[in-house]
């Protein structure tokens, strides 16, 4: 079948909930990935955030193949090993005591929503009250997508589950003045990456921490997008040396393989008990041994420490871009996410890299965003640079 045979067929078969571009992905390796024509492109998408290791990184491929051999799937009516192994990597390498898993960002942000309500229910009587950011981004369940704070994502879904706030982000003078007698909790990015890799002052996430110390309110930071390396430390949040009461994570976590998942203190977790929550798929075999091999490659084989060192050479080159090109106003960056912030649109810029080998997401208007492997090095930053350069130059 040709290109453009499957994406007739792709129109005609699925949803269009997406505008995609006219190529058909077909295989991957590390920071590289081919379409159905065999052309080859560097990829600083690497599927959102998620590919952190790379397309088809060996140890992750291993694993799965090991756990899909041997067990699938179970339920969470039994106990399963590589899920009570997951558990326990991300508890000995976090500020949680208890872990919930489920199969995306927004499904762990659900059960973080849930579990809020079920210990405000338990121990905080009257309060139910979530206060979020503007411009924050929590997924497209019908309370996460409440939770967010963009208009264009909760457009035509009235009526909207009651009990969400929102207050800018980045200032804690509005968040402390927009607590009330009904708030048991803020739920907070570290980064805010879909509305464009705005990053907050300095202090930002100690600031909530001590607004919710003082008001006793639970602290939820999103790590959806920032965690499992990809700001260069394990999370964001340890940054700032800060323990929140509940991190949720997803994207990275699998490498690839769908998961996700609630972290949160012993405190808060008891709320939850047999019956509160659950997830038919939620920390099955397959999903926890991609997660297995993915965390414990990224805490092994200096995968933080490129990120790192990688991220700040990203970011020095975006800023000779910048120097040359007075179309961008603004490069920003905190290891491996970055973005240019355009002047102008920037669809068409992501259109003409694709075309030189290039994949480039860009997001809220004018926002080109990079959230590549983890592993990607100066080699490829030089060769990304030197098509932006190109793309830029034109017009
Ligand atoms: C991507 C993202 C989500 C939603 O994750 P899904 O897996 O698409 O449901 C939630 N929060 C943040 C910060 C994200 O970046």
């Not at 207050?167 to 009904?182: H, I, R, S």
């Not at 390396?229 to 994570?249: H, K, N, S, W, Y």
């Not at 997660?291 to 790192?308: K, M, P, S, Y």
Request: glycine fraction near 10%.
């Amino acid at each position: 079948m040709t290109t453009e045979e499957l994406i007739a067929l792709s129109d005609r078969f699925i949803m269009a909930t997406y505008k995609r571009f006219p190529i058909v992905l077909t295989r991957g390796l590390g920071v590289h990935v081919w379409d159905s024509d065999g052309k080859s492109y560097l990829d600083l998408v690497g599927g959102i955030a998620v590919c952190a290791l790379g397309h088809s990184h060996p140890r992750v491929v291993g694993a799965i193949k090991r756990q899909v051999e041997l067990l699938t799937h179970v339920s969470n009516l039994y106990h399963i090993e590589p899920q009570i192994r997951l558990a326990q990597l991300l508890v000995e390498n976090s500020c949680a005591d208890k872990v919930f898993f489920c199969n995306s960002g927004a499904e762990a942000n659900e059960a973080a929503i849930k579990l809020a309500r079920k210990y405000a229910t338990d121990h905080m009587e009257g309060r139910y009250e979530l206060i979020a950011m503007q411009d924050s981004f929590h997924g497209r369940t019908l309370a996460t997508v409440t939770a967010t704070g963009q208009e264009r994502f909760k457009a035509g879904f009235n009526p909207l589950p009651a009990g969400f706030r929102h207050v800018p982000y980045n200032d804690l003078a509005a968040l402390e003045a927009a607590v009330t007698e009904k708030t048991c909790g803020v739920m907070v990015e570290p980064i805010q990456g879909e509305s464009g890799v705005v990053i907050p002052a300095p202090g930002y996430l100690r600031g909530i921490r001590k607004i919710c110390d003082e008001r006793g309110l639970l602290m939820i930071v999103d790590e959806v997008q920032t965690g499992i390396g990809r700001t260069g430390t394990l999370f964001a949040c340890e940054q700032e040396d800060v323990a929140p009461d509940m991190i949720t994570i997803a994207k990275a976590l699998g490498n690839g393989f769908p998961i996700g998942a609630l972290l949160a203190t012993d405190r808060i977790a008891a709320a939850f008990v047999p019956g509160s929550h659950g997830s038919t798929f939620g920390g099955n075999p397959l999903a926890t041994a991609a997660g297995i091999a993915t965390l414990e490659t990224i805490l092994g084989e200096g995968v933080l420490e490129n990120c790192r060192k990688t991220g700040d050479y990203f970011l020095k080159r975006l800023g000779d871009l910048k120097e040359k090109h007075a179309r961008i106003r603004e490069v920003r960056g905190r290891g491996l996410i970055l973005a240019v912030e355009l002047t102008v649109s920037g669809a068409e810029f992501v259109l003409q890299s694709m075309e030189r080998g290039l994949l480039i997401n860009c997001t809220n208007g004018n926002i080109l965003r990079f959230v590549p492997p983890l592993i990607l090095t100066r080699i490829d930053v030089d060769r990304a640079i030197g098509i932006l350069d190109e793309v830029l130059e034109e017009r």
